[in-house]
């Protein structure tokens, strides 16, 4: 498996790169992909089916300053920016007979991260709802996937340092909760692992085995999704 640890300097790029990559895998073949990432500056990002409007409070990030995105993967919204660490795995559908199905992906996938994660922390870390990791039943990173007919995007997130006062302003409550939350305010729900962002990369490129550096980033495909999509107030908030 390639790993490829890079960051654009803007949320679009960044959210761009991850379908790009996708559909180079697609149309072209080769090898998996292990991503890295982290934003820069915080901005919200939406799951590909939810409405802005129930997820994020718009009139507070436009106060803030924090841009409202939409990603090509499902789940719900999220807030990005430093201190939250991105991964993206690229994998074959039929690398593994449990990526046959959405169910199985994401159990296949989280059990991975989970013990990596664990290992690293010294305690037990579970898998809550459908596609969150938690310790103490307090959530420190979401995940989602999308699906083409022979490749998958299986992607998301590890708040390691990160300003979680933020959360509550930018995000509404979830329309739709996992039973372990409880209804619990985000401040009540979310934590972070204090753990290094070299720490956890270290760990995931071992668990995946992704140890050959990636040979490019798909710069022209990335752009041509920014243009078409992630930069455009009709892809944005098209619900």
């Known amino acids: 498996m390639f790993c ?17 990559l996708l559909d180079a895998a697609e149309e ?23 409405k802005a409007a ?6 507070a990030c436009l106060a803030l300053d924090i841009p409202i995105l939409r990603r090509c993967s499902g789940g719900g919204a999220v807030l990005q920016g430093p201190g939250c660490l991105n991964y993206s795995v690229i994998l074959r559908i039929d690398h593994a007979p449990e990526l046959q199905s959405i169910t199985g992906t994401n159990q296949w996938v989280m059990s991975r991260n989970r013990d990596a994660i664990a290992r ?22 979401g995940n989602a996937q999308r699906r083409k007919r022979e490749w998958l995007l299986f992607h998301g997130t590890f708040l390691l340092d990160f300003d979680l006062s933020l959360i509550g302003k930018a995000l509404k409550a979830p329309p739709r909760q996992p039973d372990y939350r409880q209804q619990r ?31 490019g980033v798909p710069h022209e495909m990335v752009q041509g999704l920014v243009a078409s999509r992630y930069a455009r107030d009709e892809w944005n908030f098209s619900r």
Not at 4 to 20: G, K, M, Q, R, S
Not at 120 to 138: I, K, N
Not at 187 to 213: N, Y
């Open 28 to 50: 072209q073949g080769g090898a998996a992909v292990l991503r890295f990432w982290e934003s820069p500056s915080h901005f919200v990002v939406l799951g590909y089916a939810n």
């Open 185 to 215: 305010p985000h401040a009540e729900f979310v934590t972070q692992l204090k753990l290094s962002g070299a720490s956890v990369k270290a760990a995931l490129r071992d668990v995946w085995d992704a140890k050959t550096p990636c040979p």
């Open 4 to 20: 490829l640890d890079h960051a654009f300097p803007t949320p679009a790029e960044n959210l761009a790169c991850d379908e790009a």
């Open 120 to 141: 690293l922390l010294g305690r037990a870390v579970s898998v809550e709802g459908h596609t969150d990791l938690a310790t103490g039943l307090l959530k420190f990173s």
């Open 54 to 59: 129930e997820e994020a409070d718009i009139g």
